[in-house]
């Protein structure tokens, strides 16, 4: 069974210090890869996939993520948190060959940065 | 471009009742998902509807249930409705081919009391 784990509840940073919320899963084949956001009261904006190609993909807001295949790992990263940077974020994948269609999410981290 | 709309956004309903969500998705996408947010189960993936057919299908009982129309807009319906049914609905839709993400409405706030 596909599944993806985000170990950390919340994360703390502040203003300013690089972030990384970390993503693991565990999916058969080569699983599509994303990352959203999730602000208060409001539905999951995207900020970045990985499908295929370079490990390290570049998405909105400034944030990155790298795949890791060896690890299983696909970590969101920033190199300059903003307050308004706090929000909920989930991992998904996307188990083939169901594509886009049918994500499978993590628990969600919460990121928390200090001004 | 608009997005995604979901209607309505708040949602009371009383155990025993029915409910049905509305989803028009971004214009061209033919792929519609539905998912459950709760805090204790996070998201849950319900169905996806592709071209008027239901294409994956989650874990949950026969009591919720959807359909796509022509136009691709699409509706979820919940009977029966239980205590614990009580979630942000989230739709979603896509191109449908692959090559293009999820993009989600704001979703439905639905209490059951």
């Known amino acids: 069974a596909q599944s993806v784990a985000q170990p950390e509840d919340q994360v703390n940073v502040a203003e300013g210090n690089p972030l990384t919320v970390k993503c693991t899963y565990s999916v058969s084949g080569n699983p599509y890869l994303f990352w959203y956001v999730q602000y208060p009261n409001r539905g999951l904006q995207f900020l970045l996939k990985?499908?295929?190609?370079?490990?390290l993909v570049k998405g909105s807001y400034g944030f990155e993520a790298e795949f890791n295949k060896s690890q299983t790992s696909f970590h969101l990263k920033k190199p300059s948190a903003l307050v308004s940077d706090s929000a909920l974020y989930f991992c998904?994948?996307?188990?083939?060959?169901?594509?886009?269609?049918?994500?499978?999410f993590g628990t969600g981290t919460r990121l928390l940065v200090s001004p | 471009k608009a997005g995604v709309t979901q209607t309505p956004r708040y949602l009371i309903k009383t155990r025993g009742q029915q409910v049905t969500l509305s989803c028009s998705p971004i214009?061209?996408?033919?792929?519609v998902s539905w998912y459950q947010q709760t805090p204790g189960q996070g998201l849950q993936f319900l169905f996806e509807?592709?071209?008027?057919?239901?294409?994956n299908k989650g874990n949950f009982p026969g009591r919720f249930s959807g359909r796509q129309f022509s136009n691709s807009r699409s509706e979820m319906n919940v009977s029966t409705l239980e205590l614990g049914d009580s979630a942000l609905y989230l739709c979603a839709s896509s191109g449908g081919q692959g090559g293009t993400e999820a993009f989600f409405g704001q979703g439905t706030r639905l209490t059951v009391v």
């Open positions: 509807y592709f071209s008027e057919t239901q294409r």
């Open positions: 214009s061209g996408h033919r792929s």
């Open positions: 998904a994948v996307s188990p083939p060959p169901t594509g886009f269609q049918k994500l499978v």
């Open positions: 990985y499908i295929t190609g370079d490990n």
